[in-house]
């Protein structure tokens, strides 16, 4: 079926309006099916979406309606059934793994709602992880000890996971997500083991990343705070987007809709 | 920056890799212990082995240029015939071979050994021989060129009964003589397949024996002058011209003989050896693979953020290889170690390695390395190609 943009997409026409730059992610009628067992579960049915740098779009939706599909969509981590995804231009389902691997890297930050975090690294490894392999260790740490200092954790540099508390946790997985320094940050529920403090703390480090360094954000969450943060609302029902609410609040820099 | 960080920084797939490991300490560690084992069966094998055959061909030296002659017994009729040389083979023997000396050596059937308490020596031979001197070196005592009336015991006899020259011991051989003779001499040891197996041998005088049929015959020819083929062949002509009567074998031949059994008996040993680094490789694709499922996730966590498929390859398969080299490390000093316990038992020296026996240490260091990699390929292979959307659900 073809959707109706003006329905289902992220509107073209929000795009515009709110950054003038090109868009870093854009999907055009993007459906993502699942075959388990003979069976095709579709997960997404055509959707359009555009992310533009310093955007911040809270998604949400029941459970099962396509927000961790679209999550993972976005960050290259799996290709639409049908439909088009281009990553600054480039159709992403022409990617080799070894391409994808890679844009995933200078391109994505993912925060993951179970944190996975390894166990047998501190909080600061953790955090230097992905860019272990680069062989610029003193460059790598430095740059991980001030991620963890700027989400509070800079007297935990040295704590494994098990030493420390969920919100912990959950904060050592953003400056994770940081430290490539990611055009995007894909978030699935980042406040969701938070209590409202904590959490307005990341909402307040995700601003910042925004107007500092231009990195969008993308976030699944329940959380109510969370969407009304956003200055995009993009509500996913059974693998399409019922409803996209635009809000300047927490953004100053863009102009109203 | 401390060395370890900087270790880190350099080789952060080692260092990955060595913390990975140390998750599961007991499964590492039983891997490794699989490892230990095949590098130690495969390094003492080896070596021992080699000590072994290094003891075994020692005895055949001096014999260089010696033939053993040996009437084929055959079974006729229930009964056994051509048991013997009689002095006149003894005779045709030296006529045939001028230039060789012929020793005769009685080996008879019924004979016991009793010391002077009464102890029966279960395991001692009784042989007679005009000199023993002519082949065996004295440990203690001395061999007399006119031996007579007294005895000379081969080393293990020795041991195992705690002789000395100068102790007794009663020699009986059925139809010939019972009488107890002083120990003269306690021989060299000589090994365990030395020609006459002199080691659990007492050695009596001939002149002791008055039957004139004799078990064997030892031809010896000095070979700066002559050679055994010839003398071999003589005798082939002489005894078995038109049937086979004597059964000529030179010392030299059975050596031969020696090395290629027992170089069959060590590769098959070897390969006992091999199997149980094969049970190892076993054992470790199996450590990975539980390691690959268990950390399932947080390989895609990995992938997730930019890690390649080879990085992940790598990083499973530096932990298989870790595991295997250090099981060599220590494998190899215990290989090296029952091999210098080898090496003082049968050649007297906890050094006496020989480059072969050192070799095989070396095998086994590389054959367990190569394993451990091998058996972590398919593991680290199929965890890097799962693909990280499924493995973050
Ligand atoms: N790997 C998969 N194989 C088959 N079906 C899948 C797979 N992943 C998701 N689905 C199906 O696709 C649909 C959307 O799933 P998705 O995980 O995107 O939902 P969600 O919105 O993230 O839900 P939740 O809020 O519970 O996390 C569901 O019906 C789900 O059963
Ligand atoms: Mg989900």
Redesign the interface.
């Known amino acids: 079926m073809t959707p109706d943009p003006d329905e289902d997409g992220f509107d073209a026409g929000t795009l515009g309006e709110t950054i003038a730059t090109d868009p870093i992610i854009r999907g055009t009628d993007v459906v993502k099916e699942y075959e388990t067992g003979g069976q095709i579960v579709r997960a997404l049915k055509g959707v359009d979406f555009s992310i533009a740098p310093a955007d911040f779009v809270a998604v949400v939706g029941p459970s099962g309606s396509g927000k961790s599909t679209l999550l993972?969509l976005l960050?290259l981590?799996?290709v639409a059934t049908s439909g088009e995804v281009r990553l600054r231009g480039e159709d992403v389902s022409t990617f080799t793994?070894?391409e994808q691997?890679?844009k995933?890297?200078?391109t994505i930050g993912?925060v993951?709602q179970?944190f996975?975090l390894?166990?047998?690294?501190t909080a600061l490894e953790n955090v230097e992880?992905?860019r272990?392999?680069d062989?610029t260790?003193?460059k790598t740490r430095e740059r991980a000890t001030q991620l963890l200092e700027r989400v509070g954790l800079g007297d935990r540099l040295d704590h494994y996971p098990d030493e420390l508390s969920g919100g912990q946790k959950q904060r050592v997985a953003i400056a994770?997500s940081l430290i490539?320094d990611p055009d995007i940050l894909l978030a699935d529920e980042p406040t969701g083991n938070l209590d409202r403090d904590t959490g307005d703390q990341i909402l307040e480090l995700f601003d910042e990343l925004r107007s500092d360094e231009n990195v969008a954000v993308v976030t699944v969450t329940h959380d109510d705070y969370v969407a009304e943060a956003a200055d995009r609302v993009v509500t996913l029902i059974d693998g399409r987007i019922r409803d996209t609410e635009s809000r300047r609040a927490n953004f100053e820099e863009g102009p109203d809709p | 920056m401390n060395p370890l960080r900087w270790l880190v920084g350099r080789f952060p797939t080692l260092a990955l890799a060595r913390r990975n490991l140390s998750r599961a300490t007991l499964r590492s560690a039983l891997a490794v212990a699989a490892v230990v084992i095949g590098v130690v069966a495969i390094g003492a094998i080896g070596t021992g082995g080699e000590a072994f055959k290094q003891d075994q061909l020692e005895a055949y030296e001096g014999f260089g240029g010696t033939a053993t002659v040996e009437p084929d017994v055959q079974f006729e009729d229930g009964n056994l015939t051509n048991t013997e040389l009689s002095d006149g083979d003894i005779g045709r023997l030296r006529q045939a071979t001028p230039s060789a000396t012929v020793l005769p050596v009685h080996e008879p059937v019924g004979a016991t050994v009793q010391t002077q308490a009464g102890t029966l020596l279960f395991m001692a031979r009784v042989k007679g021989l005009e000199n023993p001197g002519e082949f065996y070196e004295a440990r203690n005592g001395t061999i007399s060129d006119n031996w007579r009336r007294t005895i000379v015991i081969g080393s293990r006899v020795a041991e195992q009964n705690d002789l000395q020259p100068g102790d007794r011991l009663r020699v009986n051989v059925t139809d010939e003589f019972d009488r107890s003779f002083e120990i003269a001499a306690v021989l060299e040891p000589q090994g365990f397949s030395a020609p006459l197996g002199a080691d659990q041998t007492v050695f009596v005088p001939a002149s002791e024996f008055e039957s004139d049929g004799y078990e064997q015959a030892i031809v010896r020819v000095d070979t700066t002058t002559g050679s055994i083929d010839e003398a071999t062949q003589a005798i082939e002509r002489e005894f078995n011209a038109r049937e086979q009567v004597v059964r000529v074998e030179q010392v030299q031949e059975q050596r031969e003989q020696f090395e290629a059994f027992f170089g069959t008996v060590n590769q098959f040993l070897i390969g006992v050896g091999a199997i149980s680094l094969l049970v190892a490789a076993v054992t470790i694709a199996n450590t990975m693979l539980m390691a690959a499922i268990e950390r399932e996730s947080e390989i895609g966590v990995l992938r997730a953020y930019g890690y390649p498929k080879r990085a992940v390859v790598s990083l499973l398969v530096a932990e298989s290889t870790i595991l295997g080299a250090v099981g060599a490390a220590i494998g190899a000093p215990l290989a090296l170690g029952i091999g210098m316990a080898i090496n003082q038992l049968l050649l007297g020296d906890p050094l006496a390695f020989t480059a072969a026996g050192l070799r095989y240490v070396g095998i086994g260091i590389a054959f367990g390395i190569v394993t451990a990699l091998i058996a972590g390929l398919y593991p680290a292979w199929k965890a890097a190609n799962k693909r990280p959307v499924e493995a973050l659900d």
Do not use: A, V
């Open positions: 993972n960050g981590l799996d793994d070894r691997t890679r995933r890297k200078e993912f993951f179970s996975y390894i166990p047998t690294l992880m992905p272990m392999l062989r260790p003193t994770r490539n």
